[in-house]
C-alpha cells in the first residue's frame, strides 16, 4: 500500500518497470516493438497495453477474482486480497488499522472497501496512486502485506498449471507478463459495482424513501453532506481535513506518516492532514470509520463529523433526531448484491 514516503513510492514504480521491461524482453516480438516503439517515441507502457490487451473480459474478470482470493501470491502463502478485503464486510477487515498482512505488523490505517473504484481517480487515503493496476502492485510487494516479489510469483503462476489456461484465455497468449496479473486483479474490482441500493431504486423512482430516510435524505444535504459525498458514489476525488483534527507541522510528524495523508504525496503544507473522500455505500458492514478507524459508530463520526465547516455551521449542533435520521439515510445505501 501507499505507506511509503512519495520517494520510495517512486522507486516501487521504477521497479515495476523494470519488471515488465525485463518481461518485455522475454518476447522476440516486443523487442522490435519496443524498439519501434521508441523511434515513434511512444512509452514502453504503451508498447506493454498494446502487446497484451484483454482478449476476453469475461475470462479477465474470472482469472483476477481467482487471483483476489489466492493466499499463494503471498511471501507466506496464507495472505490474500480477500483476507483484509473480506467481501461478507464489503472488502473490509473491521478492524481499526489492519494487522492482516504477512507479518502482522499494523499498517497503521484502516482498510478501506473497494466498491465502485472504476469511478475514482485515485487510490489510497492519500492519493498515492492514479492507476488501478499499478495500485495492485503496492500490496503485493510491500513488506507488512504480501511481501512477494514479482519473479517468485510469475514462477508460481508459471508453475501451477490451473492458471495456464485462464491466464491463456484472457489474453490469448501462452507468454505471462506482469502487467497481465495487475490488469486481470484491476478488472475484476472494477466489477465490484454498487448501484442496487434502496436509495438508487429511489433514484431511479422505482420507490418512495421510508419518512426516516427521505428526512434524512433532507439533511444529508441542508448540512452539505453532498458537497463531498456526491450521490451516487458519494466521494468527490477530492482530499479534505477534518476539522477536528489540529496538526503541528513542526517536530511532531515526519514525511510518511499516516496522519499527514495527502501532504506525503503533494509536499504542499496545505495538503497536511487531507484524504480522499470515502464512499458511503455499505457502511452497516464496514465499520470503524475514518482513515485511522478512530470512529467504531457512525454516532461518534457524526458528533465529530463534517468537516472543515465555517464558524456559523459549527454553532449550529447536529441535533439527536438530525443525526438518528442521517444514520437512517445512510443505511439506506446498503447493497449485499455486491457482497458475494
Ligand atoms: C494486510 C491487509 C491488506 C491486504 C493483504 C491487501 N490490502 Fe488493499 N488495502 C489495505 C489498506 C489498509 C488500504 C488503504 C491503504 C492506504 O490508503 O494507504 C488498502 C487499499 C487498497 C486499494 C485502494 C482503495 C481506495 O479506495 O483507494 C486497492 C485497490 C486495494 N487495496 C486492492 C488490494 C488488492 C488487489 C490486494 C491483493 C493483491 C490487496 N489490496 C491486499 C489493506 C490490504
Ligand atoms: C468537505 C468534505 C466533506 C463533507 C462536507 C463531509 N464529509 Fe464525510 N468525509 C470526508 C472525508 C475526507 C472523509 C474521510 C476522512 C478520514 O478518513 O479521516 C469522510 C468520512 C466520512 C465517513 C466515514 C466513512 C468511512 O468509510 O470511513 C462518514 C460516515 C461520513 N464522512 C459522513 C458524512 C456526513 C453524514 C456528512 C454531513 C453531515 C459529511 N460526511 C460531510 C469529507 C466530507
Redesign the pocket.
Given at each position: 500500500m501507499n505507506y511509503q514516503t512519495s520517494l520510495s513510492q517512486k522507486l516501487m514504480q521504477e521497479r515495476w518497470q523494470i519488471t515488465t521491461a525485463m518481461d518485455l524482453f522475454k518476447w522476440n516480438r516486443s523487442i522490435v516493438l519496443l524498439f519501434l516503439c521508441s523511434c515513434c517515441s511512444y512509452k514502453e507502457e504503451h508498447a506493454i497495453n498494446r502487446e497484451y490487451p484483454i482478449a476476453n473480459e469475461q475470462a479477465a474478470i474470472e482469472l483476477g477474482k481467482k487471483l483476489f482470493f489466492d493466499p499463494m501470491l503471498s511471501a507466506n502463502q496464507e495472505v490474500s486480497c480477500a483476507t483484509c478485503h473480506q467481501p461478507s464486510k464489503s472488502f473490509t477487515d473491521g478492524l481499526k488499522t489492519t494487522t492482516l498482512g504477512v507479518t502482522g505488523k499494523s499498517l497503521g490505517i484502516?482498510t478501506?472497501?473497494l466498491l465502485n473504484l472504476d469511478q475514482s481517480q485515485f487510490f489510497f487515503?492519500d492519493g498515492g496512486s492514479s492507476d488501478l493496476a499499478s495500485t495492485v502492485f503496492n500490496p503485493l510487494t510491500h513488506p507488512d502485506e504480501m511481501a512477494n516479489d514479482m519473479s517468485s510469483l510469475l514462477e508460481y503462476l508459471t508453475s501451477d498449471s490451473s492458471y495456464h489456461s485462464k491466464f491463456e484465455s484472457a489474453f490469448n497468449t501462452d507468454t505471462l507478463v506482469t502487467s497481465m496479473l495487475l490488469k486481470s486483479i484491476a478488472r475484476y474490482i472494477e466489477t465490484l459495482q454498487s448501484s442496487n441500493s434502496r436509495f438508487d431504486a429511489y433514484l431511479n423512482g422505482d420507490i418512495a424513501l421510508l419518512q426516516g430516510e427521505q428526512m434524512g435524505w433532507f439533511y444529508?444535504q441542508k448540512?452539505?453532506?453532498n458537497?463531498?459525498?456526491i450521490p451516487p458514489l458519494f466521494f468527490?476525488n477530492?482530499?479534505?481535513?477534518?476539522s477536528s483534527l489540529t496538526f503541528s507541522i513542526k517536530g511532531e510528524f515526519k514525511l510518511g506518516d499516516k496522519a499527514l495523508?495527502r501532504f506525503n504525496i503533494s509536499q504542499d503544507t496545505m495538503d497536511i492532514g487531507?484524504?480522499?473522500?470515502?464512499?458511503?455505500r455499505n457502511?452497516i458492514f464496514?465499520s470503524?470509520?475514518?482513515?485511522?478507524g478512530?470512529?467504531p459508530s457512525?454516532s461518534m463520526?457524526?458528533d465529530n463529523?463534517?468537516?472543515?465547516?465555517n464558524e456559523a455551521e459549527k454553532q449550529k449542533k447536529?441535533t439527536d433526531f438530525e443525526k438518528s435520521v442521517?444514520i437512517k439515510f445512510?443505511y439506506s445505501l446498503t447493497d449485499s448484491t455486491v457482497l458475494e
Open positions: 484502516n478501506p472497501t487515503f444529508f448540512r452539505s453532506c458537497r463531498c459525498h468527490d477530492k482530499f479534505h481535513r477534518e495523508g487531507k484524504f480522499k473522500t470515502p464512499t458511503l457502511l464496514t470503524p470509520y475514518m482513515h485511522d478512530r470512529y457512525l463520526v457524526l463529523h463534517p468537516v472543515q465547516l447536529m442521517i445512510l
